[in-house]
């Protein structure tokens, strides 16, 4: 039985990404007791081992709990507390974590390490994080969107501000859910050249420029990130680039009437977002939150083969 990693939206099969979403709506809708039939079989045996090289809230608390509530158990380790972090290869802290737990889950520096472990690891590795993608906070995004809007293919979302790890899994997502992804970014931080022309090849609906009014119009979600994360330099080039990019009542207002406003938090009201957006009637961004546990727990789930019994 090959082992399930979670590690990008582009890696897994359509089919399978859409069973995991319906998945997490399933678990939402039965609250803190998981139904045996959405649990992966032997789960109370089960560990999860979570590696945290950043800090962490949604993250560490989403997938901690949801490991719990599917009845397995959880070990939270930070960077310093393993001899990765003194200078032990990657390789070597994934045959060893592979021995004794069943499951891992990092928020990484670098993709590469999350590659190198999913590579020399025997249980399924999470991404819960990288430089490159965050695919886990899209798979909650969705959910959310269809909380409100219905099935996500055939959706436009306009996604404003850095071209970051949030713009690749986004763009991931709009090949493979079948929607349309407006992409409104400085032209000194677009999206990895890379990953749309991966988009491109597959026929996928991305549509990439310098305008975000152009970019909102008619929506059904407008998204946008932070504009300065951890360990990122040039904060204040950065913010002037992207002052533009803002996402005020101005932006909300050239989507549909109806459209949802979403970020994945942190938030910096007054950078990437106004208060009057984020606090406003059309913000999800605390029921896009709690979506983080139930499709944590469709991740896990999926990854453990609940669906294979």
């Not at 803190?32 to 039939?37: A, G, L």
């Not at 025997?122 to 819960?128: A, C, E, T």
Request: proline share 5%; with cysteine.
């Amino acid at each position: 039985m090959a082992t399930r990693h979670f590690l990008d939206l582009d890696k897994i099969p359509a089919p399978q990404l859409r069973q995991i979403v319906d998945a997490a709506h399933a678990m939402k809708r039965a609250g803190k007791r998981v139904p045996s039939k959405l649990r992966p079989k032997d789960i109370e045996d089960a560990v999860l081992v979570m590696i945290f090289e950043q800090p962490s809230t949604r993250t560490r608390v989403s997938f901690d709990i949801g490991m719990r509530q599917l009845g397995g158990q959880t070990i939270n380790l930070n960077h310093n507390d393993l001899q990765l972090g003194r200078g032990e290869s990657t390789s070597d802290t994934a045959r060893v974590l592979s021995r004794y737990a069943d499951i891992i889950m990092i928020r990484a520096n670098s993709h590469e390490t999350v590659l190198q472990l999913a590579e020399h690891a025997s249980i399924p590795v999470i991404n819960g994080l990288t430089d490159r993608s965050h695919p886990c906070q899209v798979m909650a995004d969705i959910m959310t969107l269809e909380e409100n809007k219905g099935k996500i293919s055939g959706r436009k979302i306009a996604y404003i501000g850095d071209g970051n790890n949030m713009a690749t899994s986004w763009i991931h997502a709009a090949v493979q859910f079948d929607f349309e992804l407006r992409i409104a970014c400085p032209e000194e931080l677009q999206p990895d050249p890379q990953v749309v022309a991966w988009a491109k090849k597959k026929k996928g609906k991305i549509i990439i420029g310098a305008d975000a009014s152009k970019a909102a119009k008619d929506v059904d979600c407008v998204v946008t990130d932070t504009w300065v994360s951890m360990g990122q330099s040039g904060a204040e080039r950065r913010k002037a680039l992207l002052k533009p990019f803002q996402v005020d009542d101005a932006i909300m207002g050239k989507a549909a009437p109806d459209a949802i406003f979403m970020h994945c938090l942190p938030a910096y009201r007054g950078n990437e977002v106004t208060a009057s957006v984020i606090d406003g009637p059309q913000s999800v961004i605390f029921d896009e939150a709690e979506n983080r546990l139930h499709a944590q727990k469709a991740i896990l789930a999926w990854c453990l083969g609940s669906d294979r019994s």
